[in-house]
C-alpha cells in the first residue's frame, strides 16, 4: 500500500508562481510513475504531468512550457513547479503513481484518462485575476 500525501498549495495571483510536492510512503517496489492531475469545480479530472522514475516527463498541453515536473527517487517526493500561473489554473491538484507502463498518456490506454493505482488527497490552488 502507498500513501500519497501533497502539500503546498496556496492562492497567488496570475503571472505568479508556485510549487507543489507530493511524498509517498509505503511500500513502493513496483511504481514505476508518478503524476499530477487537477480538477475545477464543476469539471472533470485532468492530467497534467507524468514522469518516470527515469527522467522522463510528458505534459498535457495547457501546461507545457510553464510548468515542470520532477522528483527526487531517494525521498520519493514528487514536486509540480507552476509558473506563469492563470486563473484557469486554479483547482485541486492530485498526486497520482502506478506501476504500469507506459507512463506517458498513450491513446491505447484512454491518455490521461488510464488507470492510476493510488490517489492522494489533493491541494487546492487558486490563481488570482
Known amino acids: 500500500q502507498v500513501q500519497l500525501a501533497e502539500s503546498g498549495g496556496d492562492s497567488v495571483q496570475a503571472g505568479g508562481s508556485l510549487r507543489i510536492s507530493c511524498a509517498a510512503s509505503?511500500?513502493?517496489?513496483?511504481?514505476?510513475?508518478m503524476g499530477w492531475w487537477r480538477q475545477a469545480p464543476g469539471k472533470e479530472r485532468e492530467g497534467v504531468a507524468a514522469i518516470s522514475l527515469g527522467g522522463s516527463t510528458y505534459y498535457a498541453d495547457s501546461v507545457q512550457g510553464r510548468f515542470i515536473v520532477s522528483q527526487d527517487n531517494a525521498k520519493m517526493t514528487l514536486s509540480l513547479q507552476m509558473n506563469s500561473l492563470r486563473p484557469e489554473d486554479t483547482a485541486m491538484y492530485y498526486c497520482?503513481?502506478?506501476?504500469?507502463?507506459?507512463?506517458?498518456?498513450?491513446?491505447?490506454?484512454?491518455?490521461?484518462?488510464?488507470?492510476?493505482?493510488?490517489w492522494g488527497q489533493g491541494t487546492q490552488v487558486t490563481v488570482n485575476s
Open positions: 509505503g511500500k513502493f517496489d513496483n511504481l514505476r510513475c
Open positions: 497520482a503513481a502506478w506501476s504500469d507502463l507506459p507512463c506517458a498518456p498513450a491513446p491505447d490506454i484512454g491518455g490521461w484518462n488510464r488507470p492510476v493505482d493510488y
